[in-house]
């Protein structure tokens, strides 16, 4: 189920009255029909996944607490990890590995008509930091059932996150919640924003971004800039847009999700950029492969930029099995690595430091060199683009005025002013959040923005239905 969708917007409401109206003994059950239901308005038969997986992961935990020796745990843990990483090597990666062994090794692999399950990366991802959580010693194995089936499929963040651990949400789930006014009213504020973010600038952007990407031989270099530009905001606010309405579904139900997206374009640095941008996924990779794969608490230099390489190439081929994603992860690994080293280097000679508006425009706009094979059809693409942004960059190609057409469509025109209001909820958010800023108001202005931002969304939005970007991961 999407959730810009009509079916999203009768379905919530009747969770909610449901939700707070039933005993608090009967809620784990409701909730987890309905969020059963919110994933089988997509594919009914691929719940079976996920039952699947819920029960390996659940009895895995407890043989974990259970086992009397190491070796017993570390086979427990292995059976959970190795059925979650088969399914998702299975759905997600068999076709491109095959293809890829197929061409290459001349070989002879058959390729399957496999419909990728929504959403796999983050549930099962979830999944295995509980199994490890409980093999580390930093969570119990959750005994009940039912619950630790809701942590695994809990509707708001099932489909695309936040990722969530264990120790954070599953004790949320338990405790009774009752109906509160001023909470919810911040999780419907926090919703709004997020509508507004995917209807107007996400959706809206893909129209220019999609004709300048799907034809990029028939386009010239500052068209392709412009383009990489928007996706780079219409990726922001498609993905950070669905955090919010999850974040803000979840919060009226009593329910605090991790934050997922903290202002990442005013970052000063790569590094900082990756500490800003979907945390929830930054922060998994660090704990379950960046930290074992250091070894140490003082690891040397060069053990620590192998590990941010390791991280960076497989959160490319996490995102997708295309050769786009894995040049895209590679280049932000890279990106970090000299950032790191140079860094190190001109602190031993210079304290000299660029200014702050200066460091935030060149990781900008080294991300969206990154953005270019996120977006790109195909490798040999990506560089096409490029070059033909340079070209145009140096004066090589035609003038800015000959390259952008003049007319820019409606669409286009909607999503650029709605950066604009982003940027400036941006800089508002240096101190307050939006959504608390907007409550902090009187009655008469707070409903007026309200209703600004309801009456903005539906008729400067897109309302297509388009799938979120994320979904495919």
């Given at each position: ?12 409401p ?29 594919r ?8 699947l ?59 399957l ?15 295995m930091?509980?199994t490890i ?14 619950y ?9 963040q ?23 006014y ?9 919703m709004?924003w ?12 893909a ?11 028939a ?6 800039l ?34 997922n ?6 970052a ?55 050769w786009?994603?894995i040049?895209?992860g ?14 190190k ?10 200014p ?31 070059q ?39 800089l ?9 800023t ?11 923005l ?12 897109n309302?297509?239905?388009k ?7």
């Amino acid at each position: 189920m999407l959730f810009n969708s009509i079916h999203f917007l009768i379905f919530f409401p009747i969770v909610l009255a449901i939700y707070f109206s039933v005993p608090h003994r009967f809620r784990w059950h409701f909730l987890l029909a309905a969020s059963y239901y919110f994933y089988m308005a997509w594919r009914p038969k691929y719940a079976l996944i996920m039952v699947l997986l819920t029960f390996i992961d659940y009895f895995a935990g407890i043989m974990i607490e259970n086992a009397q020796t190491k070796g017993r745990k570390k086979l427990a843990l292995g059976l959970s990890l190795t059925a979650n990483l088969s399914l998702l090597f299975f759905f997600k990666y068999y076709n491109f590995f095959s293809s890829q062994f197929n061409e290459y090794l001349n070989g002879h692999l058959p390729l399957l008509d496999i419909v990728l399950p929504l959403g796999i990366s983050f549930h099962t991802f979830q999944a295995m930091s509980y199994t490890i959580d409980v093999y580390l010693g930093r969570q119990k194995a959750e005994r009940h059932l039912g619950y630790f089936a809701l942590f695994i499929a809990y509707f708001p963040q099932m489909v695309a996150g936040p990722i969530e651990r264990s120790q954070h949400l599953q004790h949320q789930l338990k405790q009774e919640q009752k109906f509160d006014y001023a909470r919810g009213a911040e999780g419907f504020r926090l919703m709004l924003w997020g509508f507004f973010k995917k209807l107007v600038i996400a959706d809206n952007l893909a129209v220019l971004v999609d004709a300048a990407y799907n034809s990029p031989q028939a386009n010239q270099g500052w068209f392709l800039l412009l383009a990489t530009y928007c996706f780079a905001f219409q990726i922001l606010c498609d993905f950070s847009g669905y955090t919010d309405i999850a974040r803000g579904a979840a919060q009226i139900m009593g329910i605090n999700l991790v934050e997922n997206f903290r202002r990442p374009y005013f970052a000063k640095s790569v590094q900082e950029f990756w500490q800003r941008w979907h945390m929830s996924l930054s922060t998994w990779f660090r704990d379950y492969v960046y930290i074992p794969l250091c070894g140490s608490k003082t690891p040397s230099l060069s053990r620590r930029l192998m590990a941010v390489m390791v991280v960076f190439t497989v959160s490319g081929l996490w995102h997708g099995a295309n050769w786009t994603f894995i040049v895209w992860g590679a280049l932000n690994g890279l990106f970090y690595m000299v950032e790191t080293i140079t860094k190190k280097q001109l602190a031993k000679v210079t304290d000299f430091e660029l200014p702050k508006w200066a460091q935030v425009f060149i990781t900008f706009n080294l991300i969206c060199v990154t953005w270019v094979f996120f977006r790109a059809n195909n490798v040999t693409e990506g560089f096409f683009i490029l070059q033909q942004i340079g070209k145009s960059f140096f004066g090589m190609g035609k003038s800015l005025i000959a390259s952008i057409p003049l007319n820019v469509s409606a669409p286009t025109a909607y999503g650029l002013f709605g950066v604009l209001i982003l940027l400036y909820a941006n800089l508002l958010e240096r101190k307050t959040l939006i959504q608390t800023t907007i409550g902090n108001q009187v009655t008469a202005v707070r409903w007026t923005l309200y209703v600004a931002l309801a009456y903005g969304t539906i008729i400067l939005g897109n309302v297509s239905a388009k799938q979120f970007i994320y979904f495919q991961f």
